[in-house]
């Protein structure tokens, strides 16, 4: 390649375009025709014409400037591009076309996709709580220890993962019940507690002021197999 071929193709420059239009086309319902032809409006835009004829935009694709003229209309009556007025700076009006309906719809399809995301992790962190539950318990739970579970996350806020870590501390504490554990949350949740960090870390200060408690008021017991129990109820 000589080297004013490479100046050339230089001065062509890039097009810089959001990955998501690539990523979400399909689901916004753009055919890979529609796709190729709002990239070329956008391009011939940077360029500086901002009103490119039929004829110019089908110079570039594999399609007819009668299917162009076809396509540009089907996609200002679905939404996905306009024509408005502009000025010169001489003050001459003219026509162009703007990409504002179909950057708006890529950013509205970006957020749904965004909140179908996060339902669909809320809801795998739902069913992996009831696993959870139901592992430790050894055994189904029981119509009113669900809906126990569903006010927990609904009403009182508490974030599944928290769930989980009361339900370890239950264990801990050898007191495996749902009052228990609801007395653990509320603890929680009236000290702040929101993270697994601040709880893992409420806990162990929690055990050690109880073990300290307990071995000023009593005389420590041999035992075999010692059992450390916490009653989180004594709060």
Request: net charge negative.
């Amino acid at each position: 390649m000589k080297k004013a071929d490479m100046l050339d193709w230089l001065k062509e420059g890039n097009v810089t375009i959001p990955a998501v239009l690539l990523t979400q086309y399909k689901e916004m319902r753009l055919s890979e025709q529609e796709l190729a032809l709002l990239l070329h409006v956008f391009y011939f835009s940077e360029k500086g014409n901002d009103f490119p004829t039929p004829t110019e935009l089908a110079a570039r694709m594999t399609i007819s400037a009668f299917e162009c003229t076809d396509l540009l209309r089907a996609l200002i009556q679905r939404g996905f591009i306009s024509i408005i007025d502009g000025n010169s700076t001489e003050g001459i009006r003219y026509e162009k076309y703007s990409l504002e309906p179909l950057w708006d719809k890529l950013f509205d399809q970006f957020m749904l996709k965004r909140k179908q995301e996060k339902e669909l992790m809320e809801q795998k962190e739902e069913t992996d709580l009831y696993t959870a539950f139901e592992r430790e318990f050894g055994r189904p739970l029981s119509p009113f220890e669900c809906e126990s579970l569903a006010m927990w996350m609904d009403d009182d806020h508490h974030d599944p993962i928290i769930i989980k870590a009361a339900l370890r501390e239950a264990v801990i504490s050898g007191k495996l019940n749902f009052r228990y554990i609801d007395r653990i949350l509320f603890e929680w949740k009236k000290n702040g507690i929101k993270t697994i960090e601040q709880a893992k870390s409420y806990g162990r200060k929690f055990r050690q002021h109880q073990s300290t408690q307990r071995a000023g008021k009593e005389e420590p017991k041999v035992s075999a197999n010692p059992v450390p129990f916490y009653n989180w109820l004594e709060q």
